[in-house]
């Protein structure tokens, strides 16, 4: 009765989810990083102050401008791309990631626990993160960069949903 | 399970009970072997530092330790529950709903065995690793057991069952065995099934097959031999290189006794005559020799070790829906799994096994511990054995034979020049790694010629990776096989998958390929197809999950 599936003839592409994440996720993963660079900066000033400016004082300069230039202009831009959700009443698919990219799907019928969370950062730009958890170690299925009132719906879409279906195999 | 709630008002509340206090006598005893060096470095040496005085009161303080735990430490088995108290100055109640018990385990080791001593581990679903489970070490044998046929097979309470077990009604049935999780279970709603726990097949939905059921020897009324020990298999011992544990182990105790008695090891005269004789003769003959002899070391303390863990292994099947793995010569362990929970199986074949045609069985299921090694998490089903006889308890125990031997898919040509691309990478890294040394840093230069081995066995190695590769679905099973220096083909019942992962990094992605992954509350929690054709991704995680991907699916642009 499975068999169909894996017998189709007609080859098949998973396409990637509806819904986009919130805007607002650019300017965020941008601050993000960039508090990032901030701290390798950082080190290089400590790195300065303790000894005479040299070649290889203005190397690291330069390299660290050009990747953090490089790296806050694309990935954000690339990860909204990507980034994407999308729930049926039957599954959560997702997808993330940017150079690389992971696509995950949790059946409702297997769902354990529906959280929200929202970091300090994310509060600044009205964010929530959903995580979907499953009874397996590797199954939680998250949603990064949500608009706050998008989360507050599907968490309690999801919630309804789970409550309608059983079984978590385990 | 309303007639047993009935029941549990009219009886009295168990009662409390206790570890068994012989326990106390077990803990001293291995705390004094722990410590035997020293003892014997203050007893015949006559040493005269703080060091043994230290390790004397560190035996004061484990027996007190002992002490403290079993005086705190109280179980008890009410119709719905298994309660633990323990924690002296934290007090810990651990609370099991008992339809959530899906193993039990029973170990003893030797001493524990002397005095009638077993230390009972209870698994639930809970998957998360750092999980120790409900342990309760020690009870007296006979009261382990007592536990065990209560816990599992609730259904039909044993002919021993003492008065712990008199709150339990006989009431339940064999389906009031089948706990209230039970009617939401995926096995049984999926297939539209009604969900009978505790009957004779054990796992919903797959039958058990007739090879097997003809093969297998009737032990008596309730158990079913599956598989037993052979003393041939003994020659696999050797191949499955335990002993390099063992090697490790012996080290740490002979440099302790060193240590603690002031001896030199130059001072003992075998060693001495080897040390001499390495000395005389040439480099490559000593290194010839001290390789044949750690070679031989090692196959010997394997084998000690095969025998030591597996003499007596029997596996049998109960008629109350269990598996059962007894086994040990000195420590005896005996583990006993609920068959409906074993959401698939795992055939293992480690490189050195494989070329002598052995391979061991180990179950995925719920409640077995797989962080810490198959055999010490009790999930192994079947030790180093012959390959034939692996694939017919594999095929018994999870129900479909044939999924158990059928041809796999190939990975096709990308997973095949990213398996090369990827030795060859790795080898010339190193190799220009010692090569730079030898120019910058003045290393020698065999080390840089040695890399250069590398090469032909990251060739081999390749070739090998990617003739494992393997995948296949046939009627609700998933089927994938990797690895080369430990091959391992799993078989996953989709029942059990609660989600899917398809990963492509960049470079996959380039090469139109994804790693499939099927996430599982059983065993690793993950199996995984490596570097299949992305269109195969798409039919296989819609084949895994019939019907719910439907909305996601598109017909794929011709290339």
């Given at each position: 009765?499975?068999?169909?599936?894996?017998?189709?003839?007609?080859?098949?592409?998973?396409?990637?989810?509806?819904?986009?994440?919130?805007?607002?996720?650019?300017?965020?993963?941008?601050?993000?990083?960039?508090?990032?660079?901030?701290?390798?900066?950082?080190?290089?000033?400590?790195?300065?102050?303790?000894?005479?400016?040299?070649?290889?004082?203005?190397?690291?300069?330069?390299?660290?401008?050009?990747?953090?230039?490089?790296?806050?202009?694309?990935?954000?831009?690339?990860?909204?791309?990507?980034?994407?959700?999308?729930?049926?009443?039957?599954?959560?698919?997702?997808?993330?990631?940017?150079?690389?990219?992971?696509?995950?799907?949790?059946?409702?019928?297997?769902?354990?626990?529906?959280?929200?969370?929202?970091?300090?950062?994310?509060?600044?730009?009205?964010?929530?993160?959903?995580?979907?958890?499953?009874?397996?170690?590797?199954?939680?299925?998250?949603?990064?960069?949500?608009?706050?009132?998008?989360?507050?719906?599907?968490?309690?879409?999801?919630?309804?949903?789970?409550?309608?279906?059983?079984?978590?195999?385990? | 399970?309303?007639?047993?709630d009935s029941a549990a008002s009219v009886a009295e509340e168990p009662a409390w009970c206790r570890l068994s206090p012989l326990m106390l006598a077990v803990h001293p005893v291995q705390e004094v072997i722990r410590l035997l060096p020293v003892l014997v470095g203050v007893l015949f040496i006559g040493r005269n530092d703080n060091g043994p005085l230290w390790s004397l009161i560190g035996l004061?303080?484990?027996?007190?330790?002992?002490?403290?735990?079993?005086?705190?430490?109280?179980?008890?088995?009410?119709?719905?529950?298994?309660?633990?108290?323990?924690?002296?100055?934290?007090?810990?109640?651990?609370?099991?709903?008992?339809?959530?018990?899906?193993?039990?385990?029973?170990?003893?080791?030797?001493?524990?065995?002397?005095?009638?001593?077993?230390?009972?581990?209870?698994?639930?679903?809970?998957?998360?690793?750092?999980?120790?489970?409900?342990?309760?070490?020690?009870?007296?044998?006979?009261?382990?057991?007592?536990?065990?046929?209560?816990?599992?097979?609730?259904?039909?309470?044993?002919?021993?069952?003492?008065?712990?077990?008199?709150?339990?009604?006989?009431?339940?049935?064999p389906v009031g065995g089948a706990p209230v999780a039970g009617v939401a279970e995926a096995g049984g709603s999926k297939k539209g099934a009604p969900t009978v726990g505790g009957s004779q097949s054990g796992v919903p939905g797959r039958g058990l097959s007739a090879a097997g059921a003809r093969e297998a020897v009737r032990l008596d009324g309730d158990e079913v031999e599956v598989a037993a020990?052979?003393?041939?298999?003994?020659?696999?011992?050797?191949?499955?290189?335990?002993?390099?544990?063992?090697?490790?182990?012996?080290?740490?105790?002979?440099?302790?006794?060193?240590?603690?008695?002031?001896?030199?090891?130059?001072?003992?005269?075998?060693?001495?005559?080897?040390?001499?004789?390495?000395?005389?003769?040439?480099?490559?003959?000593?290194?010839?020799?001290?390789?044949?002899?750690?070679?031989?070391?090692?196959?010997?303390?394997?084998?000690?070790?095969?025998?030591?863990?597996?003499?007596?292994?029997?596996?049998?099947?109960?008629?109350?829906?269990?598996?059962?793995?007894?086994?040990?010569?000195?420590?005896?362990?005996?583990?006993?799994?609920?068959?409906?929970?074993?959401?698939?199986?795992?055939?293992?074949?480690?490189?050195?096994?494989?070329?002598?045609?052995?391979?061991?069985?180990?179950?995925?299921?719920?409640?077995?511990?797989?962080?810490?090694?198959?055999?010490?998490?009790?999930?192994?089903?079947?030790?180093?054995?012959?390959?034939?006889?692996?694939?017919?308890?594999?095929?018994?125990?999870?129900?479909?034979?044939?999924?158990?031997?059928?041809?796999?898919?190939?990975?096709?040509?990308?997973?095949?020049?990213?398996?090369?691309?990827?030795?060859?990478?790795?080898?010339?890294?190193?190799?220009?790694?010692?090569?730079?040394?030898?120019?910058?840093?003045?290393?020698?230069?065999?080390?840089?010629?040695?890399?250069?081995?590398?090469?032909?066995?990251?060739?081999?190695?390749?070739?090998?990776?990617?003739?494992?590769?393997?995948?296949?679905?046939?009627?609700?099973?998933?089927?994938?096989?990797?690895?080369?220096?430990?091959?391992?083909?799993?078989?996953?019942?989709?029942?059990?998958?609660?989600?899917?992962?398809?990963?492509?990094?960049?470079?996959?992605?380039?090469?139109?390929?994804?790693?499939?992954?099927?996430?599982?509350?059983?065993?690793?929690?993950?199996?995984?197809?490596?570097?299949?054709?992305?269109?195969?991704?798409?039919?296989?995680?819609?084949?895994?999950?019939?019907?719910?991907?439907?909305?996601?699916?598109?017909?794929?642009?011709?290339?």
């Open positions: 009765m499975q068999d169909s599936g894996s017998a189709a003839p007609v080859a098949v592409l998973l396409r990637p989810p509806a819904n986009l994440v919130s805007r607002k996720a650019i300017p965020f993963w941008t601050v993000r990083a960039g508090l990032g660079w901030v701290v390798v900066t950082a080190l290089q000033i400590v790195w300065l102050v303790r000894d005479e400016l040299n070649a290889a004082h203005v190397a690291g300069f330069v390299a660290t401008a050009v990747l953090a230039a490089a790296h806050l202009t694309v990935m954000p831009r690339w990860r909204f791309r990507v980034h994407r959700w999308e729930a049926t009443p039957e599954v959560v698919y997702t997808q993330s990631g940017w150079f690389n990219r992971e696509r995950r799907i949790a059946p409702v019928s297997r769902i354990q626990t529906v959280d929200t969370q929202r970091g300090p950062l994310e509060q600044l730009f009205g964010l929530t993160n959903v995580t979907v958890t499953t009874a397996s170690a590797r199954g939680p299925v998250h949603i990064h960069g949500l608009e706050s009132a998008d989360a507050q719906r599907l968490v309690a879409e999801l919630t309804a949903n789970t409550q309608a279906v059983g079984g978590d195999a385990t | 399970m309303t007639s047993t004061g303080v484990a027996v007190g330790l002992g002490l403290v735990r079993w005086l705190t430490t109280t179980y008890r088995v009410t119709p719905d529950q298994v309660l633990v108290r323990r924690g002296l100055l934290r007090r810990q109640v651990l609370t099991v709903p008992r339809d959530r018990v899906r193993t039990v385990d029973l170990t003893s080791h030797i001493l524990q065995r002397v005095l009638g001593l077993s230390r009972v581990v209870i698994g639930t679903g809970r998957s998360d690793r750092g999980d120790q489970g409900v342990t309760l070490d020690a009870l007296s044998t006979a009261e382990a057991s007592r536990l065990r046929e209560e816990l599992l097979h609730r259904g039909r309470p044993s002919v021993e069952a003492g008065s712990v077990l008199e709150g339990v009604p006989e009431a339940g049935g020990l052979d003393p041939a298999w003994i020659r696999f011992g050797p191949f499955t290189l335990a002993g390099l544990a063992t090697i490790g182990v012996l080290a740490g105790a002979m440099g302790q006794v060193f240590n603690e008695t002031r001896l030199n090891p130059r001072d003992i005269g075998a060693l001495r005559a080897v040390y001499d004789q390495l000395n005389a003769v040439a480099v490559p003959l000593a290194v010839l020799e001290v390789t044949l002899g750690a070679v031989a070391l090692v196959a010997l303390l394997s084998t000690i070790g095969y025998v030591l863990a597996f003499w007596n292994f029997r596996l049998t099947r109960h008629r109350e829906g269990t598996l059962h793995v007894t086994r040990g010569l000195l420590t005896t362990r005996s583990t006993t799994i609920e068959h409906r929970r074993v959401a698939g199986v795992e055939i293992s074949e480690p490189l050195l096994l494989r070329l002598v045609r052995g391979a061991r069985l180990i179950a995925i299921a719920t409640g077995l511990r797989v962080g810490r090694g198959a055999e010490r998490g009790g999930s192994l089903l079947l030790p180093p054995s012959p390959v034939a006889e692996v694939q017919r308890v594999a095929g018994e125990v999870y129900g479909e034979p044939s999924v158990v031997t059928c041809a796999l898919k190939p990975h096709g040509p990308a997973a095949r020049r990213r398996r090369y691309t990827r030795a060859l990478a790795a080898a010339a890294l190193v190799t220009a790694a010692f090569l730079l040394l030898w120019r910058l840093a003045g290393w020698p230069a065999w080390t840089w010629e040695a890399a250069l081995a590398l090469f032909p066995i990251g060739l081999l190695l390749a070739a090998d990776r990617y003739r494992s590769l393997g995948h296949n679905l046939l009627g609700g099973n998933l089927v994938v096989r990797q690895g080369s220096l430990v091959r391992r083909r799993h078989v996953l019942s989709t029942d059990g998958v609660i989600g899917l992962i398809v990963h492509e990094s960049f470079f996959q992605r380039r090469a139109g390929v994804a790693t499939f992954t099927a996430t599982t509350a059983a065993g690793k929690q993950h199996y995984e197809a490596v570097d299949i054709e992305a269109g195969e991704a798409a039919s296989l995680a819609d084949a895994t999950l019939p019907g719910l991907l439907t909305p996601f699916l598109e017909p794929r642009p011709p290339a």
